[in-house]
């Protein structure tokens, strides 16, 4: 990753939930979040759901990319693409950001990585992709100072 990954990050920078870029990954159909539930909109979420979910084989970052091949057709030609997660803590949802990654830099060419760390943290961690010297764990917040977190920052690729 050092060779090819330079890890931008800025202050106050907050991921972003969701691929960016000619996706026809947004719902049809949208409700405030106080309307009455209706059975008929859960039905056509659950039927878009079924007709467009591609099934991942792993979130292993050292396991086959190929099914993560789909990226590349709802990323389309953009130049961001933000990975977000329902929650910092579980080991899964950053080691399948790990293999997202991994195939953006691999398959598609990108060299940057955002992450929710301020300034002064950024350009430690960036000195080190760049150098290999220091801490990553240093570098990181409590909520991103996780094994995940530093093998992706830490892993070439």
């Known amino acids: 990753m050092k060779k090819k990954m330079v890890i931008a990050m800025a202050a106050s920078l907050i991921t972003l939930t969701s691929f960016t870029g000619n996706t026809t990954a947004a719902l049809k159909a949208e409700a405030s979040i106080g309307a009455p539930y209706n059975k008929n909109q859960q039905a056509e979420q659950i039927k878009w759901l079924e007709d467009h979910a591609m099934p991942l084989k792993s979130t ?83 909520v991103f100072n996780t094994k995940e977190i530093i093998d992706l920052v830490d892993t070439p690729i």
């Open 60 to 142: 292993d970052p050292t396991a086959s990319l190929h099914d993560l091949k789909p990226l590349k057709d709802m990323v389309g030609s953009a130049a961001i693409v933000g990975i977000g997660e329902a929650t910092h803590g579980a080991h899964e949802v950053f080691t399948m950001k790990h293999r997202i990654v991994k195939y953006l830099v691999l398959g598609m060419g990108f060299n940057a990585l955002v992450l929710e760390e301020g300034w002064d943290r950024a350009l430690g961690l960036d000195r080190f992709v760049l150098t290999g010297k220091g801490d990553p764990s240093q570098y990181l917040t409590p």
